[in-house]
């Protein structure tokens, strides 16, 4: 990366300092902007070529509050920060000699055929990003053949999104104090066409997200919502939403009431919220058609483990009876390869969806999508994998057992 200041005389670059004057400058900039890799006083120049790129366009899109909102994590955010890290802890073991002149990266999730293992996470409140919110997003997935999870904490109702676009939509869910309220949106979703329910069990109560609490978080009306709950959360002290969720919130879900879940639709129901092998192996008991290892985009319990480095544990507890999904601090292409070799079968992607919808709208979505498939081919095109169903845990090495290597 190259830097520059609006008075520049040097440019840094890999700790080096190379003077220069402002004719030079100014083709300097004109470079950078034309490779669309550069800052000028701290602002991008021209397209992102990555996924982490779109996060500073959100930044300078969002109010502040908004963007805390959608970027922060519980507390002290270490969860937040090993999300990330710990993928980039994981060594890729590349195969070489190996015919990978074509690359497919389609596969099935629940028989639902997608072009690549890259699911569209259940995020909140997209209209906070841009105006058509959760309708542009659902617009991209379609485009991308990709399955989009809609929250249910979203701006848009499931029947705007479904009548938007024809693509594979599941349905996120909480479960209320008023079970009844949950009944009906069940319903509505699977009349819409929702193919399977995503049911959140990480959420008891909302994690402490201090940020919300600095910037006296805004909790906005959910449509879905309208005409079926009316809650007027107050909170003199920090975030709205923090109020509303402990209003709403059914503190008593546990495992017996995963029946009666099943009992009130058709729709195969997915589990996100796993994070330990003994979780693991009681929600294959109960039967749901899936389970994801998630730690809510660390923004519930801080300290708890990156979700990459538990990610094995649930594969082996479950030993194939279930398939197994990753959400968690997925950047890159070489990440998605990461989780797939230690036995996920397909991604889910959250905040760069966000930050691609803010930056963009449902352009944005659509780039933050392609750039991952693009790295994602790439890396298994260079670590010798023509399928998605060769990738395998020979081809990564990871902490521990390059740890272990060394003893």
């Given at each position: ?11 840094h670059?890999?700790?080096a ?33 990555n ?49 990978v ?17 890259i ?10 990003a841009h ?64 193919k ?16 919300d ?5 805004v ?28 209003e ?19 729709m ?10 003994e979780?693991?192996?009681?929600a ?10 998630s ?35 997925v ?77």
């Amino acid at each position: 990366m190259v830097w520059f200041g609006s008075n520049c005389d040097s440019v840094h670059s890999s700790g080096a300092s190379v003077q220069i004057g402002p004719t030079q400058n100014s083709k300097l900039v004109q470079f950078m902007a034309c490779v669309g890799y550069a800052r000028v006083d701290d602002k991008m120049v021209g397209e992102p070529v990555n996924v982490n790129e779109f996060q500073e366009l959100a930044r300078e899109a969002l109010p502040k509050m908004y963007y805390d909102f959608y970027a922060g994590g519980a507390e002290d955010q270490n969860t937040l920060k090993e999300n990330v890290e710990a993928l980039h802890r994981i060594m890729i073991r590349p195969r070489v000699l190996v015919d990978v002149s074509r690359i497919d990266m389609s596969t099935t999730v629940l028989g639902y055929k997608i072009s690549a293992p890259i699911l569209i996470a259940p995020t909140a409140l997209h209209k906070l990003a841009h105006p058509e919110g959760e309708v542009a997003t659902a617009k991209a997935a379609a485009s991308c053949n990709t399955i989009m999870v809609l929250s249910f904490t979203s701006t848009c109702t499931v029947e705007e999104v479904a009548s938007s676009c024809n693509a594979i939509r599941f349905f996120q869910l909480y479960v209320y104090k008023k079970r009844d309220i949950v009944a009906v949106l069940v319903q509505r979703a699977e009349r819409n066409g929702y193919k399977a329910l995503v049911l959140t069990v990480d959420t008891p109560r909302l994690g402490r997200r201090e940020s919300d609490i600095k910037n006296k978080m805004v909790a906005p009306r959910l449509k879905n919502l309208e005409g079926l709950l009316s809650i007027e959360a107050d909170s003199d002290n920090g975030s709205k939403l923090e109020a509303y969720a402990k209003e709403t919130m059914d503190a008593s879900l546990c495992w017996k009431d995963i029946e009666w879940l099943k009992s009130i639709t058709n729709m195969p129901i997915l589990i996100k919220g796993i994070l330990t092998h003994e979780d693991a192996i009681k929600a294959a008991e109960v039967g749901v058609a899936g389970i994801i290892v998630s730690n809510h985009g660390a923004r519930q319990l801080d300290y708890t483990p990156a979700t990459i480095n538990v990610l094995e544990e649930v594969v082996r507890a479950v030993v194939g009876r279930v398939p197994v999904f990753f959400d968690g601090g997925v950047r890159r292409g070489t990440d998605v390869f990461k989780a797939l070799a230690l036995g996920a079968q397909a991604v889910l992607i959250g905040r760069p969806v966000i930050f691609g919808l803010a930056a963009k709208g449902e352009n944005g979505v659509r780039q933050v999508i392609q750039m991952l498939k693009d790295e994602l081919e790439l890396t298994m095109a260079l670590s010798g994998c023509p399928s998605v169903k060769d990738i395998t845990r020979g081809h990564v090495r990871t902490e521990h057992e390059r740890f272990h290597s060394m003893l």
